[in-house]
């Protein structure tokens, strides 16, 4: 099993950056990807981006050009860093760790932007 933990959240102003992390623990070499989706309020949760072990990265449509996955050396830790920050990214970011057949949460962490 994977045991994920966030951080990084808050309030930032449109147009400002945020660096969220994401930290995981237990079976790690067992993950072949990572990543975070969202959930805006009223909405569903939906895909923001992934990273599998190989490094191949994969982007909504929604932020491609703003936020930028990353991930360690060891694996342990995904980034999300977030930039030009819009109202409608207002959301509670979760991150995920995919570990075939497997599909592991964190509790999510809130992003709000707004003036």
């Known amino acids: 099993q994977v045991q994920l933990v966030e951080s990084g959240g808050g309030l930032v102003q449109p147009g400002g950056s945020l660096r969220l992390s994401c930290a995981a623990s237990?079976?790690?070499?067992?993950?072949?990807?990572m990543g975070w989706y969202r959930q805006p309020p009223g909405k569903q949760r939906e895909l923001v981006a992934t990273?599998?072990?190989?490094?191949?990265?994969n982007y909504a449509d929604s932020v491609k050009g703003r936020f930028t996955i990353s991930r360690d050396n060891a694996g342990n830790t995904v980034y999300l860093q977030m930039s030009g920050l819009k109202p409608e990214d207002t959301a509670v970011y979760y991150c995920?760790?995919?570990?075939?057949?497997?599909?592991?949460w964190g509790k999510g962490i809130l992003v709000t932007v707004s003036s």
């Open positions: 990273i599998t072990n190989g490094g191949r990265s």
């Open positions: 995920n760790a995919h570990e075939t057949p497997f599909d592991y």
């Open positions: 237990g079976t790690i070499w067992l993950i072949y990807a």
